[in-house]
């Protein structure tokens, strides 16, 4: 097993000499455009001894405590997933930012419950809306749950049935040409067109 020390995306290794299993703390990863993401490669041949890994093109990730604390909560707001960010202040969206600009965050299916503080495990019954938000300002983040006419929980945005469509939600809901906005893209929001 070759252990990473952050999670990569990486060109697949030639199939003809390797027999590979790429994975991320052990879960076994898909093809993701043209990379495999890991932090584990499981790799066998019987050709060669000898592995080079080439990254390709995307992100390197790396856990950082200080942002994962921030979404602790004691609240009933207890994840999300399919998270995705937008500058409220001028609409760029990029890393490294000199400040931390106001943000809006949203998320998928998202869990609302209580849980265990000893344990840190869900309590039942818990609630699956669609999506939920939250405000970054400054040092903290505000998680917001949409509640119906009578106090459900329900999601703030509804998917019209013309653009649920099966597989991976992120292939699904992303288009990186935001010069032409696509009508159901999330990223195709144009936050200075507003």
């Given at each position: 097993?070759?252990?990473?020390?952050?999670?990569?995306?990486?060109?697949?290794?030639?199939?003809?000499?390797?027999?590979?299993?790429?994975?991320?703390?052990?879960?076994?990863?898909?093809?993701?455009?043209?990379?495999?993401?890991?932090?584990?490669?499981?790799?066998?041949?019987?050709?060669?001894?000898?592995?080079?890994?080439?990254?390709?093109?995307?992100?390197?990730?790396?856990?950082?405590?200080?942002?994962?604390?921030?979404?602790?909560t004691d609240g009933i707001w207890q994840g999300g997933d399919g998270i995705f960010s937008f500058n409220?202040?001028?609409?760029k969206d990029h890393f490294d930012q000199e400040k931390q600009k106001k943000t809006l965050l949203v998320?998928?299916?998202?869990?609302?419950?209580r849980f265990d503080p000893k344990t840190e495990k869900r309590l039942e019954p818990y609630l699956m809306?669609?999506?939920?938000?939250?405000?970054?300002?400054?040092?903290?983040?505000?998680?917001?749950?949409?509640?119906?006419?009578?106090?459900?929980?329900?999601?703030?945005?509804?998917?019209?049935?013309?653009?649920?469509?099966?597989?991976?939600?992120?292939?699904?809901?992303?288009?990186?040409?935001?010069?032409?906005?696509?009508?159901?893209?999330?990223?195709?929001?144009?936050?200075?067109?507003?």
């Open positions: 097993m070759i252990i990473l020390d952050k999670i990569y995306p990486i060109q697949p290794l030639d199939e003809s000499i390797y027999h590979v299993t790429y994975m991320i703390n052990g879960d076994t990863q898909s093809m993701m455009g043209d990379v495999y993401y890991a932090n584990q490669l499981l790799v066998s041949s019987k050709k060669t001894d000898e592995v080079n890994i080439i990254c390709g093109h995307g992100y390197v990730a790396e856990k950082a405590d200080e942002w994962s604390n921030k979404f602790i409220l202040e001028d609409g998320f998928g299916d998202s869990f609302i419950g809306p669609n999506n939920t938000l939250a405000y970054i300002d400054g040092e903290t983040i505000d998680f917001k749950v949409n509640r119906g006419d009578l106090e459900d929980v329900t999601g703030y945005y509804e998917l019209p049935k013309r653009y649920d469509v099966k597989g991976h939600i992120a292939r699904n809901l992303v288009t990186y040409e935001p010069q032409k906005p696509l009508e159901g893209f999330i990223s195709g929001y144009d936050a200075t067109n507003t």
